[in-house]
Every structure is written in C-alpha cells, then in structure tokens.
C-alpha cells in the first residue's frame, strides 16, 4: 500500500474494495465526500494519540500591543499544544506559558512581569476562536503558539493524501464501509478490517521516537533558578 494517495487514486481503490468498479451507484462526487469524511477521520485518530508527533504548523508568532488581551488564533488552527513567550530576540529565549482555569480568570489580575531567570506571571487560556492571556501582556512582547493545523479537504484528484505508514487503507476501507451501507449491503468483513487497522494504528503510531519514548512532563520544577518558566512564585509549581 502506498504512502501517498491521491484522490483519484483513492477512489479507484475504494470502489476495487466495494466491488462498484464499473458502477455509479454511487457518484464520483459522493465518493469524494466519503473519503474526505473517512480522510478526516483517520486526521483525528493520529490526533488523538499523538497529534503533536505527527501534525504540526510552523510556529506561529504574534507581538502583543500593551492593550489587548485578545489574539486572533491562526486561520488553520485546530488544536494548541503549547505557548510561549520570549524573553529576548533569540531562539532559546522561549519560556513556557502555563494555561488557566476560567475560575482562575482574576487571579492573575497583576501588572505583567517577567524576569531574566523566565519567571513571568503570564498565562493563557482559549476562548473561542481567540487565545486569551492574562494579565494584559506588556507592549512588544512575543508570544510563540505551537498548533495542529486544520486538515484540508481533498478537491481535485491530484490532491495528495499522506497516509503516513501505509494508513491510507484505513481510508480506502471506511469509505467502501459507507459506499456500501448505502446499497444496504453485508459490511461485516470490512468492518473487522476498520477495526484491525484501528488497532495498528494505535499501536505503531504509539511513538514515532522508539529509542526514547515520551515521558511525563515535569511541571514541579521551581521558579527561582533555571530552568524556569512555570510562574508560579513558588518551588512547588502550584499556585
């Protein structure tokens, strides 16, 4: 199984696997939209486990304006996975910002500070289609966001499909599932197919960095000495 499919490609091999090769039970338009719905389904599992090993945006940078709390997301945000704020022009300048609970909205009402040793009272928290930080950040601040981009929708048949491992199949099997459910057909057997390849993929997309697998992230450090970033004023990391 290729790596990479295209739409066309993954038409013609939905219809091989639902046995509609030469019929137009169902359209070429329909089927487009059952794989596109499979395509976005298979985006969410890889998600789900490990969206941040496997779909990632460039970072996306912003400079606050001293005024506003408010910031827009970017246009193909789907899901954070980190913000961070610089302390100088440099690359390794970056301090984590640490995320709030709504009831916490007001507790960190304070001028914002931040320090050499990347202690800062700044945080974060989404709100609708807006990152919202508090307190108010300083003026030419910049704020770094980490993000899974939104998956784009399989138009035209050139368009590709990175299927990662294989995992294209996934794809190609759910998509026949639907072609066949509208003829009201027996989908037993490639249901059990979803649900091996489901389970392959949970399993082999587990840790892309086999010699190192992921640990749990350490948010006990202390605020006082580096590294630091937490904000929390205290050695415990609490609050």
Known sequence: MATTMTLGELRTAARQRADMVNSQFV??????????????????????????????????????????????????????????????????????????????????AVPNFQSFYGVTNLRYRLNANKLWLTPIPGANQTIQMWYVPRLTTLALDSDTCDGISGWTEYIIIDAAIKMLQKEESDVSVLMAQKAAMIERIKNAAENRDAANPATIADSQYTDFWWPTGSGSGNGSGAF
Do not use: C, H, M
């Not at 985006?43 to 408010?70: E, M, R, S």
């Open 27 to 108: 359209s070429d338009v329909e089927l487009n939209s059952y794989i596109n719905q499979s395509y976005f389904e298979l985006y969410d599992l890889l998600i789900q486990k490990y969206g941040d090993n496997y779909f990632v945006a460039p970072p996306y940078q912003f400079v606050t304006d001293g005024q506003n709390n408010f910031f827009n997301l970017p246009a193909d945000f789907y899901k954070l996975l980190g913000v961070d704020l610089a302390l100088g022009s440099t690359l390794d300048s970056f301090v984590t910002i640490r995320p709030f609970n709504f009831a916490d909205r007001n507790r960190y």
